[in-house]
């Protein structure tokens, strides 16, 4: 999953990015709005933190602007808490709305539903065949025995089971599970999916030669 | 209650000044048209009684002497004398009846009250009418007929109505107590006086109808700008100042008030836009560090860290905190100058020496900017609590340090006055936008956002000096060209009163 926080309080940006690169998501971060929107628009994220008070463009224009030709979740943070600025939020396109000061482990698990909820999916858990994947637990269990993970396998899983029966390219892999820091080589993905095989079956990931992966539907 | 509202009292007075005027007019119509009717009959009834005893022509006179008499000197029949006249009467009278309707009737009595005579169609049991007028009064003495003619024409007869029974009567006495009655059945006339009360009464009816009803509709339409007044303050107090009353007719007394409402809701509007404004900026302000300190213990703390970086996190949450005590100390400050609780001395001090103070100790920033500071500093004695001005210079010139170009210059100046001592710092840095001029003194207001927060500027330091200059009645300004610099100037009372 790959998120672009917003926020121009240094302090705050990186203890942001860090926690979610943690919590394995891959994060992107811009410092005013200009960056900001420029990155949202230029990237597929599966989720944006949006600080609302921001130099140059403010969040609601961002916000404004990125609607006219992106759908991607947005979750709004702001130190306003009045009704109106949360309503105006909500009416402006933003699908979540959190006030700072606010816990570490309550953004996270919002963003998660977001990105699950932007998924068109509800549960939190999800059965593909005889594993169990949790996303909120971010654990993986076959038969009911647990299988340990890498962070880059557990994330490859999760994007791939949350699109389910579609085939997920390798572009589309590398933008969303890897951030602009990060120096991958495309090889590397196919390590991760064979290890991923070698844990969870071979059966599990289909190979599209020549589109990309896929889990399949059922 | 719906009878105390403005427009059914209106209506209620509307009314009865409708009922009253109508029916005034209407029982006038009826009295005057009533008047009418009964002189009408009693002029035909006068008529009658005339024609039935109208002097007759001497050729038909049964008393006339024969030809050869003087005439001047012969007695000539009085016409009135019904008992001379009474066989001729009753001949006339016949006449009378086969050419009038018999809705007229004749009687004649004798003096004694015994019916001579009557007319075929008349009612019976007319009673024998009183006389009057005692004899001797009678105008027409038969006696005086005797010494010469009577005169011609007489004089008006002692005529007497009265009304009986749905019938009107007049009635005659003659010389010697004779009385002869002529009337008429009202029944016809009482009929049609009816009709015309109840036509009146109807038409007095529809008349108040449409009164009432155009009364309402008036009300309603002079009420609607009071309606709609109310309904926007409603509305404002239920919490939405945007509201404005509709003042399309401002010439007149409501659109005057509306506007007066409406000027007087844009200022509350705005006074709470600007507290509304003020609060979120602080709690904005304040929650941020908050933000930094939590978010960065709990990432810190989610697993274990080198040393290096729990250092890092310390320093964030450090300053943070020293961000958060910073502001904490500008708004209780603030807080205080608002609430006047914060004691300015009154002492005479001379500014250029505040002033020079603060230079010296701004001078460091200066110099790490290559900033040249010119000073234009003349003795200038005022009134106040120079710690405090003192304070409002750091800030001035800590801005036009700050604001600045790379190696730049400040120009300070400090001029004595009679009234106003004057402090002057002009930079040439960035300017400030026109537009943003009149917001320059709002708490927590940043021109360019980005670059004063990474400075640590909180934006409330003009509003802190605002307040400072404004408790000793001073006057503090802004001027400033985009893009060459801008001006701020401080006038301070000297003490000393214009002459």
Known sequence: ?218 | MIFNSIRWRLQLWHGLILVVVLSGFGLSAYHVARDNQQRRIDTELEHHLMALFRPLPPDQCPNRPPPGEHPETSRRPDPFDFSENLSQAIEQAGALDQTQTNTFYYLLWQSDGVLMASAPGSPVSVPFPTNPEPAGIQPHDPDSLDDGPPPHPRPPLPLIARTRNQAREIYLFGPHGDCVLVGRSMASDLAAMNRLALWLVAAGASVLLLGLAGGWWVATRAIRPIEDISATAIKIAAGDLSQRINAADAESELGRLATVLNSTFARLEAAFAHQARFTADASHELRTPVSVILTQTQTALARERSVAEYRNVLDACQRAAQRMRSLIESLLELARLDAGQEPMKQAPFDLAHVVRESIELLRPLATARGIQIQCACSPAPCIGDSERIGQVATNLLTNALQFNRAQGSVRVGVSAGNEFALLTVEDTGQGIPAEELPRIFERFYRVDKSRSRLQGHDGIGLAISKAIVDSHGGLIEVSSQFGAGSVFTVKLPTGKRSP
Request: aromatic content about 6%; proline content about 2%.
């Open chain 1, 1 to 218: 999953m790959r998120v672009l926080v917003v926020d121009d309080e240094p302090d705050l940006l990186a203890s942001l990015l860090q926690a979610l690169r943690e919590d394995g998501y891959a994060a992107d971060g811009a410092a005013d709005g200009e960056e900001g929107l420029y990155k949202a628009q230029n990237y597929d994220y599966d989720a944006i933190l949006l600080d609302v008070m921001l130099p140059g463009i403010d969040g609601w224009e961002l916000l404004q602007r990125l609607r006219k030709t992106k759908k991607t979740a947005v979750l709004m943070l702001t130190a306003r808490d009045a009704v109106r600025d949360r309503v105006r939020g909500l009416n402006g396109g933003a699908d979540d709305y959190l006030v700072k000061p606010f816990d570490l482990d309550e953004l996270l698990a919002r963003l998660r539903a977001l990105i699950r909820r932007s998924a068109s999916q509800a549960q939190s858990c999800l059965q593909i065949g005889d594993v169990l994947l949790d996303t909120s637990a971010r654990t993986v269990t076959r038969q009911g025995r647990p299988v340990e993970l890498t962070a880059r396998e557990y994330v490859l899983v999760e994007f791939l089971a949350l699109h389910r029966g579609k085939v997920v390219s390798r572009t589309m892999l590398y933008e969303h599970l890897f951030d602009e820091n990060d120096s991958t080589l495309s090889n590397l993905l196919d390590v991760h999916v064979s290890n991923i095989r070698k844990k969870l079956g071979h059966d599990f990931i289909t190979t599209r030669r020549g589109h990309g992966y896929s889990i399949e539907s059922l």
